[in-house]
């Protein structure tokens, strides 16, 4: 989005701010990945760094800080995480289940995008509101992780270096990427929320069969519609119609 507006925002989060967030990319060969965007100059923060212990053993990853100040990751579990291992449970979905050839991107074995990371303030709060109110499932739950002596913290997802992340929880609604909650404390961390003409604004787009159906049915359960379902016309975008919702996030849900 290019917005311009009164009051905005002219400064981004960091990944530890209530309003932190990042887009996880899927792909087959983190090295080969990584190797290619350091041969074209990309920003990379420390790693590839597995996780070599609990529910998330199993994946590698890597974030890289973007010309606009915002963060994307590449993620890799070729043979799952211990999470799937264990009986039972709804697995997350992943870009490996459309297959693994990567047809619309020149970085090696990019797939898509594997879930989007967002940091809230409560986290225990916006997992109920995501299972309570869509229906989403939460397969994977782990965490601390933290540095209390070194700069690790700083190198790995550029916050502070006595940030700690107090829980990572990765919910699944539907087939697509899955949202990866954050319960970040900071000493310098940014307690507001942003403005969707902001800098650094996001929200998440779920797609519905049909808009009339889907608002009337999440507004009972939700009640914070925004204005709509507002119908596009004419331009590229004809034929498609949203509705935006506020959430207790610090995003929006559309």
């Known amino acids: 989005f290019k917005y311009e507006s009164p009051g905005q925002r002219h400064d981004m989060p960091l990944n530890s701010d209530w309003t932190g967030h990042h887009v996880a990319f899927y792909v087959t060969d983190i090295a080969q990945a990584v190797e290619y965007m350091d041969s074209r100059g990309v920003h990379r923060l420390f790693g590839p760094f597995s996780v070599a212990a609990g529910p998330a053993e199993g994946q590698t990853i890597n974030y890289f800080k973007t010309p606009w100040n915002s963060y994307i990751e590449f993620i890799s579990y070729p043979n799952g995480m211990a999470y799937q291992h264990q009986p039972g449970g709804t697995p997350l979905w992943s870009p490996k289940e459309n297959g693994l ?16 990371g967002l940091t809230v303030p409560n986290l225990e709060i916006a997992a109920q509101w995501l299972e309570q109110k869509l229906g989403f499932v939460n397969p994977l739950t782990f965490g601390p992780f933290a540095d209390p002596v ?3 913290m700083t190198q790995l997802v550029d916050v502070n270096p006595r940030a700690v992340v107090e829980q990572i929880r990765v919910l699944r609604g539907g087939n697509g990427p899955g949202i990866e909650l954050f319960q970040y404390t900071s000493p310098d961390q940014d307690q507001s929320f942003r403005r969707n003409s902001d800098w650094g604004a996001h929200h998440v787009a779920l797609y519905v069969d049909s808009i009339e159906r889907g608002v009337r049915a999440f507004q009972q359960v939700a009640g914070t519609k925004r204005d709509g379902p507002l119908t596009l016309t004419s331009g590229p975008a004809a034929g498609q119609s949203i509705n ?9 849900v559309e």
């Open 150 to 152: 070194g700069n690790f």
């Open 244 to 252: 935006y919702f506020a959430t207790p996030l610090g995003t929006d």
């Open 101 to 116: 050839d990567s047809v619309v991107t020149k970085v090696p074995g990019l797939l898509g995008i594997d879930h989007v």
